[in-house]
């Protein structure tokens, strides 16, 4: 149940309303910004909520059961508030967002509408739309161990245990740029070709300082090195750009104790039957032999 603050009541009582939305958005990286649909900047809880970035709502949806609630918010993408390449970075995935309502009269008079996170968010034509997910939607995620023949756990991890340090992983810089999801890079020549696929890189310099990639192949042909990302990068790449690499696992046993011998960390069940254990039966009149069709 909302707390209304009293004097908010009255206003709200009287029917003629001073009223507006404001949206307090707290990152993981821990930046927390604030916007608003009203004509002029506002400050509640402290945050400053900035007017003139187009930004609108809809009405949150709340539902008795299991199912997930939520809603939409969408504005114009700008640099001065939210911009295209941090939403491309993945600086908003899984963000906090809180909806107020206020009195623009008097912005200490507000109640908290609705919490949630940010969810999918869709980019088109300088304008941007995301999903507000509320609470139950947590509940829609993997939680504990699941029982799968491959390892759960991130290579280099505290489950993992894997020092990356040691052999696993090297400073790297761009030597030449092919696309926004393929480099040539230097610092790689001593690994074998694949090794650093599904391994991920984190850039130290350039205009994508602070952030990672995946990798999705790691070729080499006469002493030159490529990688190739899932992705494409957010923010252009330039020559000289650094980064640190982190070898690939493919997360199976036969990887993790060859490759890696870590095989006593191995975090997944190898062992578990599969579909075609299922699917066995005795021969005719000898037990002693299963055949699979």
């Known amino acids: 149940m909302r707390a209304i603050p009293q004097a908010l009541q009255v206003k709200?009582?009287?029917?003629?309303?001073?009223?507006?939305?404001?949206?307090?958005?707290?990152?993981?990286?821990?930046?927390?910004?604030?916007f608003t649909d009203h004509d002029r900047d506002l400050t509640v809880q402290g945050v400053r909520c900035r007017a003139g970035t187009g930004l609108s709502g809809t009405e949150a949806t709340q539902t008795f059961g299991m199912n997930v609630d939520g809603g939409e918010v969408s504005g114009a993408l700008s640099d001065e508030s939210l911009s295209e390449n941090d939403l491309a970075a993945g600086y908003y995935d899984a963000a906090n967002i809180d909806a107020y309502l206020v009195d623009w009269s008097e912005p200490s008079l507000f109640v908290l509408l609705h919490a949630g996170t940010?969810?999918?968010?869709?980019?088109?034509?300088?304008?941007?739309?995301?999903?507000?997910?509320?609470?139950?939607?947590?509940?829609?995620n993997e939680s504990g161990r699941l029982f799968t023949p491959r390892c759960s756990a991130e290579f280099g991890d505290a489950r993992c245990k894997t020092n990356t340090a040691a052999g696993w992983s090297a400073?790297?810089?761009?030597?030449a740029v092919e696309s926004a999801s393929a480099v040539v890079v230097a610092g790689l020549g001593g690994f074998a070709a694949q090794m650093f696929?599904?391994?991920k890189l984190t850039w130290t310099s350039g205009a994508n300082g602070g952030s990672s990639t995946e990798i999705k192949a790691h070729a080499v042909n006469g002493g030159e090195v490529r990688l190739a990302f899932w992705q494409p990068v957010p923010r252009p790449i330039a020559v000289g750009d650094a980064f640190r690499a982190v070898a690939g696992c493919d997360k199976r046993f036969e990887t993790?104790?060859?490759?890696?011998?870590n095989a006593v960390n191995f975090r997944g069940f190898p062992h578990i039957?599969?579909?075609?254990?299922?699917?066995?039966?005795?021969?005719?009149?000898?037990?002693?032999?299963?055949?699979?069709p």
């Open 197 to 199: 696929a599904a391994g």
């Open 273 to 292: 039957p599969g579909n075609d254990f299922l699917v066995r039966y005795p021969l005719p009149g000898d037990t002693s032999e299963i055949v699979t």
């Open 118 to 140: 940010i969810g999918e968010v869709r980019r088109a034509d300088g304008a941007f739309t995301a999903e507000i997910r509320g609470p139950a939607a947590r509940l829609e």
């Open 12 to 34: 709200l009582d009287a029917g003629a309303t001073t009223l507006c939305r404001c949206w307090i958005v707290k990152r993981r990286d821990g930046a927390v910004l604030g």
């Open 171 to 175: 400073n790297c810089t761009v030597v």
């Open 256 to 261: 993790c104790r060859d490759r890696f011998a």
